[in-house]
């Protein structure tokens, strides 16, 4: 088994009246399959990128290496997360669906990892 720890840090001086400082740590283990930090150049046709079938309990994280186009990430069919130029996310999936992935427009690249709990 492995450990994988994940971090946020939130900071904002003038995103409210009130100064915003948020840290927070988590200690995941890893047992299963890992795909390693892998980057894929997507088009406006669906990619399934992780079958659920393949998977059980996963960490994901994904970025959009693009500046401009956005991205969109499907469960199954649903549109569930767009990601603008420049964004990313990092978060537990179930596995019950594929996540699908696609661009707006052109071909920018996703970078992505898994890590099967």
Do not use: H
């Not at 971090?7 to 915003?20: A, F, G, K, M, Q």
Request: net charge negative; hydrophobic share 40%.
């Amino acid at each position: 088994m492995a450990t994988l720890t994940p971090t946020l840090t939130l900071t904002s001086s003038d995103v409210s009246s009130d100064t915003l400082s948020l840290t927070t740590t988590d200690s995941l283990t890893v047992s299963g399959d890992v795909v390693g930090v892998s980057r894929v150049p997507l088009s406006t046709g669906d990619l399934t990128l992780l079958a659920a079938a393949s998977y059980t309990k996963s960490y994901v994280y994904l970025k959009n290496t693009d500046t401009s186009i956005a991205m969109d990430v499907d469960f199954g069919s649903t549109l569930s997360i767009q990601l603008a130029g420049g964004e990313f996310c990092f978060f537990p999936w179930e596995s019950s669906q594929n996540i699908v992935v696609k661009a707006a427009s052109g071909t920018p690249v996703l970078e992505y990892a898994a890590f099967e709990a």
